[in-house]
């Protein structure tokens, strides 16, 4: 990924650099610069200050002048450090059965108000305004004759207009 990204050299001698990212990039989005300061150990990505690790961007400010990247590299991540880790002997826990546990001292009460209603259909936490009321109007329209008043089943032409287009061609 280094090797994808454009250096250029602020000041050699105080180790700044800017790098821009030409790799990964959509068309129309303007690729991303970085700004790097080896002396103070800092990126503009914050990876390199967070992790201690050299990212991506000082990889590549480190091959533009010819400087070893293991030197940027900290002492956490150094094998002598992780052996040393380990080095330590971990003491074997004893049969679980032998654990000497503590009485409780104290009796749990549930708060039945922070328990979830299961049942039922979830409630809107949404803050209604004026723009949610709906204006008045006639009810509901039947299917058949378009009035107010009735709906499809009840709907007094229903047998006229099924009966007019169904039986006038038979007889």
């Not at 001698?13 to 303007?30: K, L, W």
């Not at 503009?44 to 940027?72: D, I, M």
Request: positive net charge; aromatic residues 8%; proline residues 6%.
């Amino acid at each position: 990924m280094a090797r994808s990204m454009t250096v250029e050299v602020y000041s050699r001698r105080n180790e700044t650099f800017r790098v821009t990212e030409t790799i990964g990039r959509r068309p129309g989005i303007s690729p991303r610069s970085y700004g790097v300061d080896l002396r103070n150990r800092r990126c503009y990505c914050r990876r390199f200050q967070t992790l201690h690790y050299p990212c991506a961007h000082v990889v590549a400010a480190c091959v533009k002048v010819s400087l070893n990247v293991e030197h940027f590299i900290d002492e956490v991540y150094t094998l002598a450090r992780t052996l040393r880790v380990w080095k330590n002997e971990f003491p074997v826990l004893p049969d679980l059965s032998t654990w000497e546990v503590p009485p409780t001292t104290f009796e749990l009460v549930l708060d039945k108000g922070l328990r979830r209603n299961p049942k039922g259909r979830p409630q809107s936490s949404r803050i209604r305004n004026e723009m949610d009321i709906r204006e008045k109007s006639d009810g509901k329209l039947c299917g058949v004759c378009r009035l107010a008043g009735h709906n499809r089943s009840k709907c007094p032409f229903r047998n006229y207009h099924v009966g007019q287009s169904s039986q006038s061609g038979r007889n």
